[in-house]
T-cell receptor, first 115, second 117 residues
Framework: DTGVSQDPRHKITKRGQNVTFRCDPISEHNRLYWYRQTLGQGPEFLTYFQNEAQLEKSRLLSDRFSAERPKGSFSTLEIQRTEQGDSAMYLC?????????????FGSGTRLTVV | AQSVTQLDSHVSVSEGTPVLLRCNYSSSYSPSLFWYVQHPNKGLQLLLKYTSAATLVKGINGFEAEFKKSETSFHLTKPSAHMSDAAEYFCVVTQGASNFGNEKLTFGTGTRLTIIP
């Protein structure tokens, strides 16, 4: 296991379409985080899972967004009825509980462009 | 509540000269602090972290940072810049040293480091 993998790397979609991204964390990591990064800004927290349980969602995460981690391994982030404002880099990170001490590993991200 | 302020959006230094990237934080609890680097089209890479141990933290590629509680600062330094250091740098805070809780990261807006040949 060489790190956190995200798929696809790039996605271009038309406004109104649904998109789904996947994140495969480091296998022994029980925590998984989603962040969104817009141009010129730092990443912003969206949601996180401990094992399969989604424990917190940011107010940034509108009801068009949904995330799952069904078996406590990989996670998906779906955006329904995409809007141009959803264009951003979506980053996934994983850690063990206690990530503050041991660190977080980020994937390379999925860049979404809504046209 | 926690927040991070990166005082410079863009820093330019000549190759071989020192680098200073400034960061101030705010946290309701004892913070953990990180510096991440992001090269174009690459993922975020951890440079170093402070988690309530030694206040002077050494990281990869010759970078280090000093946690100063009285100044609520965590500035990143490197004695001699290299062309490969050109990238975006993020100062990051999260709450406390406890293993409980969200541990979500709060990022600064980033500092773009340019190295002049």
């Amino acid at each position: 296991d060489t790190g956190v993998s995200q798929d696809p790397r790039h996605k271009i979609t038309k406004r109104g379409q649904n998109v789904t991204f996947r994140c495969d964390p480091i296998s022994e990591h029980n925590r998984l985080y989603w962040y969104r990064q817009t141009l010129g800004q730092g990443p912003e927290f969206l949601t996180y899972f401990q094992n399969e349980a989604q424990l917190e969602k940011s107010r940034l995460l509108s009801d068009r967004f949904s995330a799952e981690r069904p078996k406590g391994s990989f996670s998906t982030l779906e955006i329904q009825r995409t809007e141009q404002g959803d264009s951003a880099m979506y980053l996934c990170a994983s850690s063990l509980a206690g990530g503050k001490r041991d660190g977080y590993t980020f994937g390379s991200g999925t860049r979404l462009t809504v046209v | 509540a926690q927040s991070v302020t990166q005082l410079d959006s863009h820093v330019s230094v000549s190759e071989g000269t020192p680098v200073l990237l400034r960061c101030n934080y705010s946290s309701s609890y004892s913070p953990s602090l990180f510096w991440y680097v992001q090269h174009p089209n690459k993922g975020l890479q951890l440079l170093l972290k402070y988690t309530s141990a030694a206040t002077l933290v050494k990281g990869i590629n010759g970078f280090e940072a000093e946690f100063k509680k009285s100044e609520t600062s965590f500035h990143l330094t490197k004695p001699s810049a290299h062309m490969s250091d050109a990238a975006e740098y993020f100062c990051v805070v999260t709450q406390g040293a406890s293993n409980f809780g969200n541990e979500k990261l709060t990022f600064g807006t980033g500092t773009r480091l340019t190295i002049i040949p």
